[in-house]
């Protein structure tokens, strides 16, 4: 036996994998072992969380940034990009659709501010939100470092989830993507936070970043462990062409396979070691892969963040390059994906929030 046969079977029978266990699995390139390491991955899926998608509607609710994240196409510093900010009204509109359309839950997202106006802003939609949906729709903010006085407000204000990724769990690797005044601790405080404030608590990397090791890797699923999170969303770098990060990585075209593997692989470790969190699978799989975030679910990922924007801003929202979904509305994303879940055996959760069990299991609520 080999030293992944013993690896599997050591997963198999609960044992949880060691770093060196660890290592092995995010190195894997034999088409056969990984696979094997999918399958792993989603029997553990099946077991705790079940073969159920959950859909979060995705409102990219504004570009305006005041941060400068030396991978991000919105960033600050890039003079290219046309700043746009929905109108309570049209962000209102489009989570009423989501309802409508039987998503449990939606997600709104934005380049970080934290001026009294934008913070007294996301406060007055969410009441709106939470009042014309009578309380139906499951929220999420993504909306990035604030003070812990403006996180317990969002909260009261009727969200239940937020998703603030780390981006890299290792402190140096954080400092080379970002500017000197972003701070490592700062943003591992902000999630503290959020867990205090009540918040159901997400947390995420990207894979397969320029100086990147398979280290970091191994330190960002322990530091999930650690932090105790509930919810994980992360997938692969993608280069944006106008950011300073860019050439750092000139060969990412002939990467764009290694990228996706490597985001899948993170997915099954995540969910060997965390079991009963809820995991994205993301748009950037699917920038490199038609079929990639379906590939996430059949690597243990278990929920999915369809865009709902309205298709007039979606070109002023792009992260990375290569944003798939530009021209496709709503309504045609969501007959594609459902079709493509049950191609795969699995269900939706419609008019379910879907939220993660590890939530209740970390906090002792009902
Ligand atoms: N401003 C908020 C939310 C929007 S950005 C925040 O930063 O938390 C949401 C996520 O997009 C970031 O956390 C980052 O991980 C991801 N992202 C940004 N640029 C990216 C790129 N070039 N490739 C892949 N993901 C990227
Ligand atoms: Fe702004 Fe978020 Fe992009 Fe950083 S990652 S520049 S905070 S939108």
Request: aromatic fraction near 8%.
């Given at each position: 036996m080999n030293n992944f046969d013993s690896i599997c079977r050591d997963i198999e029978k609960g044992i949880e994998p060691d770093d060196g266990a660890l290592k092995l699995l995010l190195e894997l390139e034999d088409e056969a072992e990984l696979q094997r390491l999918f399958s792993i991955a989603y029997d553990i899926k099946t077991r705790y969380v079940g073969r159920k998608v959950y859909f979060r509607g995705l409102v990219e609710l504004s570009n305006i940034c005041t941060k400068n994240c030396l991978y991000c196409g919105i960033r600050k510093g890039n003079s290219k990009v046309n700043r746009f900010i929905l109108t309570k009204q049209e962000i209102?509109?489009?989570?009423?659709?989501?309802?409508?359309?039987?998503?449990?839950?939606?997600?709104?997202?934005?380049?970080?501010?934290?001026?009294?106006?934008?913070?007294?802003?996301?406060?007055?939609?969410?009441?709106?939100?939470?009042?014309?949906?009578?309380?139906?729709?499951?929220?999420?903010?993504?909306?990035?470092?604030?003070?812990?006085?403006?996180?317990?407000?969002?909260?009261?204000?009727?969200?239940?989830?937020?998703?603030?990724?780390?981006?890299?769990?290792?402190?140096?690797?954080?400092?080379?993507?970002?500017?000197?005044?972003?701070?490592?601790?700062?943003?591992?405080?902000?999630?503290?936070?959020?867990?205090?404030?009540?918040?159901?608590?997400?947390?995420?990397?990207?894979?397969?970043?320029?100086?990147?090791?398979?280290?970091?890797?191994?330190?960002?699923?322990?530091?999930?462990?650690?932090?105790?999170?509930?919810?994980?969303?992360?997938?692969?770098?993608?280069?944006?062409?106008?950011?300073?990060?860019?050439?750092?990585?000139?060969?990412?075209?002939?990467?764009?396979?290694?990228?996706?593997?490597?985001?899948?692989?993170?997915?099954?470790?995540?969910?060997?070691?965390?079991?009963?969190?809820?995991?994205?699978?993301?748009?950037?799989?699917?920038?490199?892969?038609?079929?990639?975030?379906?590939?996430?679910?059949?690597?243990?990922?278990?929920?999915?963040?369809?865009?709902i924007t309205d298709t007039r801003y979606r070109a002023g929202y792009q992260l990375y390059a290569g944003k798939p979904g530009m021209n496709e509305n709503s309504e045609e994303s969501k007959i594609s994906l459902e079709q493509s879940i049950l191609a795969i055996g699995e269900t939706i959760g419609y008019d379910e929030w879907g939220n993660p069990k590890h939530f209740y299991q970390r906090t002792g609520k009902e």
């Open positions: 209102v509109e489009e989570t009423l659709w989501a309802l409508k359309s039987h998503y449990g839950s939606v997600v709104l997202q934005s380049g970080e501010r934290s001026d009294p106006e934008f913070v007294d802003f996301i406060e007055d939609t969410l009441r709106e939100i939470t009042l014309r949906s009578e309380g139906k729709l499951g929220i999420t903010l993504s909306l990035g470092e604030q003070s812990f006085e403006t996180y317990r407000r969002w909260f009261e204000a009727g969200a239940q989830r937020y998703l603030l990724r780390i981006e890299s769990s290792d402190p140096e690797l954080y400092h080379k993507l970002h500017p000197a005044d972003h701070s490592y601790e700062e943003r591992v405080d902000c999630l503290r936070h959020l867990q205090k404030a009540g918040f159901q608590t997400g947390t995420g990397v990207m894979i397969g970043l320029p100086f990147q090791t398979t280290e970091n890797l191994i330190h960002d699923l322990r530091f999930f462990q650690k932090l105790d999170i509930d919810m994980i969303g992360m997938g692969p770098y993608l280069v944006h062409p106008d950011t300073p990060l860019a050439e750092a990585m000139p060969e990412f075209e002939a990467k764009r396979k290694h990228q996706l593997k490597m985001g899948l692989k993170m997915i099954a470790c995540a969910r060997i070691l965390l079991k009963d969190v809820n995991i994205a699978s993301t748009t950037a799989l699917q920038a490199l892969d038609s079929n990639g975030r379906q590939q996430g679910l059949l690597a243990g990922a278990n929920v999915m963040m369809p865009n």
